[in-house]
């Protein structure tokens, strides 16, 4: 992800990567969000199996759709506008 604070296109973008390629392809990004949860007490489950290197890659994916949602529900939560701010229209994941 490009920035440390990843808005609504970034976890998108995000989550059509790992569809398309893989959790171990998109690793770093992955891991910048997970650490972002992390230290924010988001959805540790979640959290745990991302960084389960031997979980296998649907777990992943879903894991990783899930804390997306749930990051954006946090922020939206916390009322942080730079946070998971949707595009003004609707974007669905490509795996969707």
């Given at each position: 992800?490009?920035?440390?604070?990843?808005?609504?296109?970034?976890?998108?973008?995000?989550?059509?990567?790992?569809?398309?390629?893989?959790?171990?392809?998109?690793?770093?990004?992955?891991?910048?969000?997970?650490?972002?949860?992390?230290?924010?007490?988001?959805?540790?489950?979640?959290?745990?199996?991302?960084?389960?290197?031997?979980?296998?890659?649907?777990?992943?994916?879903?894991?990783?759709?899930?804390?997306?949602?749930?990051?954006?529900?946090?922020?939206?939560a916390d009322?942080?506008?730079?946070?998971?701010?949707?595009?003004?229209?609707?974007r669905q994941?490509?795996?969707?």
């Amino acid at each position: 992800m490009p920035t440390s604070r990843p808005n609504h296109d970034h976890l998108l973008a995000l989550g059509d990567a790992v569809a398309r390629r893989g959790v171990a392809a998109n690793r770093p990004a992955v891991d910048a969000l997970v650490a972002r949860a992390r230290a924010r007490g988001i959805r540790p489950v979640l959290v745990g199996i991302l960084e389960d290197r031997t979980a296998p890659d649907v777990v992943h994916q879903r894991a990783l759709g899930r804390l997306i949602v749930a990051v954006c529900s946090q922020a939206g939560a916390d009322r942080r506008p730079d946070d998971c701010t949707p595009p003004p229209r609707r974007r669905q994941l490509s795996a969707a």
